[in-house]
């Protein structure tokens, strides 16, 4: 999908699809798969705060839970100038990607897109635990 109809996706999202009676800070998120998939999601918050569900997160695990692996590309909009993933999500996005497209969009036509290792270097990963690299299966 291209980058502003995703984006277009992540706003309407951030506009319809949060709960955020506390902070009233909106963010959505629009995540297209490896099999060309796409599911959205807002950010959902809870009176005592931390099981707070960020946008990111909402979108990926809808996706993972109806059996998606692999984001290809993944859109992120909230209400400040260049919302950024916090640090966990970012390690969310990183169990299920490869390569992925990470867009940080503040308009269609305003938006800008990093990789994996820009925005989680070093990072640890499933790689790190499976397999045979310490014995492990
Ligand atoms: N939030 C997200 O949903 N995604 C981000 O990338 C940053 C923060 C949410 C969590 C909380 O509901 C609100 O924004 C304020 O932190």
């Known amino acids: 999908m291209k980058y502003e109809k995703l984006i277009e ?10 709960y955020t ?14 099999d060309g998939e796409v599911y959205t999601g807002g950010n ?11 946008a990111e997160r909402t979108a990926i695990f809808k ?3 109806d059996g998606k692996r692999e984001i290809k590309k ?5 209400d400040s100038d260049y919302t950024f993933p916090c640090g966990v999500c970012r390690q969310v996005i990183r169990e299920f990607s490869k390569k992925p497209e990470i867009i940080i969009a503040n ?11 820009e925005i989680l270097p070093h990072s640890f990963g499933p790689e790190d635990l499976v397999g045979d690299k310490n014995g492990r299966k």
């Open 9 to 18: 996706l992540a706003i309407y999202a951030r506009d319809n699809s949060t």
């Open 21 to 34: 009676p506390y902070s009233h800070f909106n963010v959505g998120c629009a995540v297209e798969m490896k």
């Open 44 to 54: 959902i918050e809870i009176a005592s705060y931390s099981p707070t569900n960020c």
């Open 63 to 65: 996706a993972v839970s």
């Open 74 to 78: 993944i859109a992120i909009v909230g």
């Open 107 to 117: 308009s269609k036509e305003d938006y800008k897109i990093y990789g994996m290792e």
